[in-house]
Each structure stands twice: as C-alpha cells, then as structure tokens.
C-alpha cells in the first residue's frame, strides 16, 4: 500500500500538470492532492500506528470509523431493548417525561417477558384510584440527635461533581431541584457558586479529599466544614466511603484543570495536582468513622449527617453496625450505590468487575441493619441505574426509604448517550467543560425539564403502588415483585432475599449466613479477625497458604 500510494500520487500531479498545459484551470485541484500527498507523506514516516504507516492516508479511515461506531450502532442498529448501559427504551421514557409528551407505548411490550431476570410487580384486585394517592410522598430524615431533620422526596439527584459536570448543567440542575422540591448531591467537588446560585436543596458529598473543608495538607479542616454547613441550602451532609463507578480508587485532578475558580471551591492551590486518595484520613476504623460522623453532627448544628459507600467486603460493614451499638452513634442515613452506577470516568476493571450490584447490596444492608436492630434509626438511599417509577418501587420493596439517579437526571437535561463523558467533549454540554459546547445547554429551558421528570417519575412510582393496593412506601414489601429466573420457575424478591428477623444478631446462634462474618469482624477494625475462627471447619482452608483468607472463602465477603 506504501508503494500504491507513492506510484498514484506521482501520476497524479504528473497527469495535472500535463493537463494543465491544454486546460489551466485544472491546477485547482492541486489544492486537493497536495495536501493528501502531504498527509500520506507524514503517515509514511511517523512511527506510532502501524496502520497510518502501511496504509498512507487510507489508514486514517480506520479511526474516523471507530470514532464514529457508537453513533451510527446507537442510532441505526440497535434495537429498542439492547442499548447499554441504557436502552432506547428507558431513554425515551426519560425525554418523554422531562418534555412533558406522551410517555405511553402502543402495541404492548417489546420485553420477552419469558427471559431470564424479567421483572414485574403483583397487582392488587384492590388496586387504588389515583386520585387517592399522594403524588409526591417525602421521607424524613433525622435521628434523635438531629436538630435540623430534613423532609426529602422518593427521587432525588446523585453525586455529580462541578468539574465533572459544566455550570450550565449544574445550574440546570439545582434550578430543578427548586422547582420540583427534591434534594441535589453535590459530589465531593465540593459546593460550587453554581450548586447555591439554583437555590435548591444541597446534600454536600465529603470524599476523601475533603473538598471544601480541608487543610493545606489534605487533612480535614472543622473550621472550614463549619462554615460551609451552615449554609442555608445545605440541608444534608454525605461522607463518601466508596461509590459504584470506581470503588477502592481514588483520583487525581490534574494541575492544568485546577484554576483559580476550582481551587477556591476545593480549598486546593491553583495549578497543582489535587489527589483524592483511596480512603479516608479522618477516621480509621467503624468506631472513629461513627466518631466523625457525630463530629460533623455537631459543627453542622444538627443537620442530618450520613455515609455512602457501595458494597465490598461484607464483614466491614458488619464492623460498622457493630460500631453503632458500641457507641450508640448513628448515622442518619446511609446511601448505598450498586457496582452498576457512575457517571463519569472510572477505570474499565473498576466499572466491570468491582462492587456489589444494586439489589444484593441493598437488601443485604436492610436486612444486616434490621438483625441488629438499627434500621429504626437510619434511612437507606438507593442509587444505582433508577431512572424509572418501576426501579424507585423495586428499590423501596427491597429496603430502601428513597432513591437517587445520576445519569437519569442528565438524560432529562439532555444527555444522548454519547459515551464521551471522560473527554470533554460531551455534544450536549453537560459533562464538559468547554464553553463553546455548555453555551448549547440552556438553564432556563434544561431546569424544566429536570423538574418535569423528577415529578412523573414519582408519579409513576406512585400509580404502580396504587396498582398493588399501597398507599404508603413504607408497606411495600419484597413479595410484591417477583423475576423469573428460568424458564420454568419465578421467585419473588421475597424468595430471593428472605427478611431477616429483627434484632437476629445481637445474640448467638446467628443466622447461618452471618455466623462467620459475625466471628470475625469487631467494631475496633475494619480488617477481619481470621483467627476467630475454627478454620479447621472449612475445606478451603484444609492447607492454610498464608494467603488473606477472604479471597479464598467468598462467605467471609
């Protein structure tokens, strides 16, 4: 191909300039053949791709097709149900709503309700007319130590940081919020000029970076959280443990992006890079996290204060309830995001294969929090891949008291699915920073939108409970929703995840898939204590390797 194009760019211009002698004019089309000749020259002898090298000029097709193979898959050869991470389907219900068209579907369902893991919810013969359901049902959240309780809707907006996501997009979004009565997560970037400027309800995330209240040396700064807590709109604090796109990594804002707007925000310096590290500084272990969460309790003067992490290793989490009873200090929340969640960019092992997805990781924390007892005390925040009525009742009947979506919410401002959202190059101007492209995304247009899908959205919920004859959240129940999980058998969520009876754990014998993470964990560490156990009882452990046991044993994770 070297040699081809060598030969056919030589009797190109050598067949223009004989040509030109009869017919001038056609010297014009050296304006094309010189700088294709150029180009292939410089494909010839750069030593980086192989294919621009061999195939001068030509090579470079392969790239403007890969570039353009999600558009024209996502566009022409998709079909409504096989879209991911979204499919058609759920996008278009999403830009239905937030427009406020039509969201109905003709013909019946596109779903082969004979597949593997089809879901749906058991209808009532007592079903209730709508007009007796309360449309926009709230949860209030707040323990006994909190003074500043917050009432917060079914749905509310994810973690997504400013930085991630544009101004306008923030604006947008907040804006919403206002409109629509419903909580914004902030993201551990911090609280922007944009998250307040909206006026809506803030949940401020704290990383482990400590964005916003942090000293010079990264170390949490009270002082500095004290006064961006007691900002009116700032109604929840949120300490981020771990999240579903990336969890057991931290990250790195590189010094370029970290201007002097950004580093004010994140109480950084400009142009220098900003880590968030893997885990946190301020704590160490259940009792100090418990410790620090009545800390920020207190400089908060009483707002709700909670914790978010995605599922990993069971037995820390035992470790953290058994740390609540030690200290009698409870969180008043905790949100608890599947392995399928995430907004931005993440690492592509992180986004495949690590964390526990949604539904198991939810109704194993419900069910461990109710064995000790502590459920009375906190509410559970699902996030995780809900952008429907069907998938916040799905959430609340597995044990969640409400939800959170993150990329539901910048569909509804927008969003295409463009899959670009880790290169600044977001079509739609929502997750970029370019300003030529957040000038496309219009707040007073945008802001509606997200107002309109949060309240069908929860409408929806509400006509599906009101299908099952319930009136209430709080009464939903795991039998309500059953999957079919072969061909020939369906199970309830109820036959799936059985409830755990109340107050299980705090006494020997323990249910027997707790026994072991119960001997093992203690309040004082996260790390399991293997020498707990009687390991003579397992087979896996018949010719100890001095490997960490917790990989070998999936029980003890």
């Known amino acids: 191909m070297r040699r081809s194009f060598v030969v056919l760019s030589a009797i190109s211009i050598l067949a223009v300039s004989i040509a030109a002698y009869w017919w001038p004019s056609v010297l014009w089309t050296f304006v094309i053949i010189l700088p294709l000749v150029a180009l292939g020259i410089i494909d010839m002898v750069q030593p980086k791709r192989a294919m621009r090298r061999n195939y001068p000029v030509a090579g470079r097709l392969r790239y403007v097709m890969e570039s353009l193979r999600p558009k024209i898959y996502q566009y022409f050869i998709e079909s409504d149900t096989n879209g991911r991470p979204f499919n058609r389907l759920d996008r278009s219900v999403i830009y239905q709503r937030a427009k406020k068209e039509i969201d109905t579907v003709a013909f019946g369902t596109q779903l082969n309700v004979y597949d593997n893991n089809y879901e749906w919810l058991s209808h009532s013969l007592t079903a209730l007319d709508n007009s007796t359901i309360k449309e926009l049902p709230r949860v209030l959240i707040g323990g006994d130590e909190c003074r500043q309780p917050y009432s917060a809707s079914l749905f509310n907006i994810s973690a997504m940081s400013y930085g991630s996501l544009s101004k306008n997009a923030i604006l947008a979004l907040n804006e919403g919020a206002r409109i629509g009565r419903f909580a914004h997560n902030t993201g551990e970037g911090g609280v922007s000029d944009y998250h307040l400027q909206g006026g809506g309800d803030l949940i401020w995330q704290i990383g482990t970076g400590y964005f916003g209240c942090r000293y010079p ?43 002097e707007e950004i580093a004010r925000i994140r109480s950084v310096e ?18 100090e996290l418990m410790k620090f969460i009545k800390q920020l309790r207190i400089l908060s003067e009483g707002k709700p204060v909670g914790f978010k992490m995605c599922i990993g290793q069971k037995h820390e989490f035992i470790a953290i309830c058994k740390a609540m009873l030690e200290t009698n200090i409870y969180p008043d929340f905790i949100t608890i995001d599947g392995g399928e969640g995430g907004t931005g960019a993440a690492p592509l092992e992180f986004s495949n294969s690590v964390g526990m997805p949604l539904r198991d990781a939810l109704a194993f924390v419900y069910d461990s929090l109710t064995g000790f007892n502590l459920k009375k005390h906190i509410k559970i925040i699902a996030a995780g891949k809900v952008t429907t009525g069907f998938d916040i009742v799905k959430n609340i009947a597995l044990g969640a008291d409400l939800c959170y979506s993150a990329r539901g919410m910048m569909m ?10 880790n290169k600044n190059t977001c079509p739609v101007g929502i997750a970029t920073q370019d300003p030529r492209l957040t000038k496309g995304l219009v707040v007073g247009v945008k802001k509606i939108r997200v107002a309109n899908y949060h309240y069908e959205t929860v409408k ?34 109820l036959d799936t995840y059985p409830y755990m009876a109340s107050g299980s754990l705090l006494k020997m014998p323990y249910p027997p898939a707790y026994k072991t993470l119960m001997e093992i964990t203690s309040a004082q560490s996260f790390a399991p204590r293997f020498d707990q156990i009687n390991i003579s009882e397992f087979a896996w452990a018949a010719k100890p390797t001095g490997h960490d046991l917790s990989l070998q044993n999936p029980s003890l994770n």
């Open 270 to 287: 400009v142009g220098k890079d900003v880590a968030s590290p893997p885990s946190h500084k301020a704590f160490s272990n259940p009792i």
């Open 412 to 421: 509804a401002l927008g969003c295409i699915q463009a899959l670009e959202c």
């Open 217 to 259: 040396d990264g170390n949490f700064n009270p002082e500095l959280f004290s006064e961006k807590a007691a900002i009116p709109n700032v109604k929840m604090i949120e300490v981020k443990l771990s999240q579903g796109a990336k969890p057991g990594h931290g990250g790195l804002l590189p010094a370029a992006k970290v201007n």
């Open 460 to 493: 929806s919920a509400c006509d599906l409970m009101g299908a099952a004859g319930i009136s209430d959240p709080e009464t939903l129940h795991r039998a309500h929703i059953n999957r079919r999980v072969s061909p020939k058998e369906v199970q309830s969520y």
